[in-house]
C-alpha cells in the first residue's frame, strides 16, 4: 500500500513510533514492543486526532479528541452498554 513504518529501539526489540501514508496522514505510537498503540494522527489538511483510553488488542483504539485544522476542538465520550 506504500506506507512507510519508523521504529526505535534495539534489532529484536524494535517499537513502531510512527507510520506515514502515501495520502497525507501520519500516525504515532507508543508503547512496547508488539503493544503499540496508536495515540495521534496527522491528515493531509491539517486536522490531527488524538486516540486514548484503550480497549482491546491494538487496533481496538477509540478516539476521544479531535483538533480540527480551523482551531476547533471536539471531544468524544464513550459509554458502554448495560
Do not use: L, T
Not at 5 to 25: L, M, P, S, T, Y
Not at 41 to 66: I, L, P, S, T
Request: aromatic share 12%.
Amino acid at each position: 500500500d506504500g506506507h512507510v513504518e519508523h521504529f526505535k529501539g534495539v534489532a529484536g526489540a524494535e517499537r513502531k513510533i510512527r507510520a506515514e501514508f502515501v495520502n497525507g496522514e501520519v500516525w504515532h505510537f507508543e508503547g512496547a514492543a508488539g503493544a503499540e498503540r496508536k495515540v495521534w494522527a496527522e491528515f493531509a489538511d491539517g486536522e490531527v486526532r488524538h486516540f486514548a483510553h484503550y480497549k482491546g488488542a491494538a487496533g481496538a483504539e477509540r478516539m476521544v479528541r479531535a483538533e480540527i485544522v480551523d482551531g476547533e476542538v471536539h471531544h468524544f465520550a464513550h459509554y458502554e452498554g448495560a
